[in-house]
């Protein structure tokens, strides 16, 4: 099978690391991981998953990105899935997600900096200097 049929069966993309997780950021606003990750990291990746022939979905685990709300919501199984949900959670091709997907990274990177995230570092001593930091900022 040729790397172009291969791809043509592909339903389900790696989109990449998360903004920012549990208080920390891990990637810059383009995606680019800042700093050596811990070794589970790789299972909060985003997915870009093919839902039918003509529909696709920006994923995290069970929950799908709601376009108007710029959040991840549950994804429930097909059967209970509202024609509202569908229309919020889906793009007509692959190209659409990923360029939603860029710019609500950016989004999402503004965000989380807003809110004091600070960059991952897997030093312990370095981690735990932020920490008391974010306490006396609180």
Known sequence: MTP???????????????VGLN????????????????????????????????A????????????????FEYESS????????ISKTRFKSIEAAFEFLDGWRK????RAVECGCMPWTNDPEERKKIIETRKVRK
């Open 23 to 54: 208080g920390w950021l891990y990637c810059d606003p383009d995606g680019n991981l800042l700093k050596e990750l811990p070794s589970d990291y790789n299972q909060y990746n985003y997915t870009i998953e093919k839902r039918n022939e003509s």
């Open 4 to 18: 172009e049929q291969l791809l043509a069966r592909a339903t389900v993309f790696d989109a990449g690391p998360p």
């Open 56 to 71: 696709w979905a920006i994923c995290d685990c069970r929950r799908c990105l709601n376009t108007e709300t710029d959040d």
């Open 107 to 110: 989004r999402e990177y503004i």
């Open 78 to 85: 097909p059967s209970n899935r509202t024609e509202d949900y």
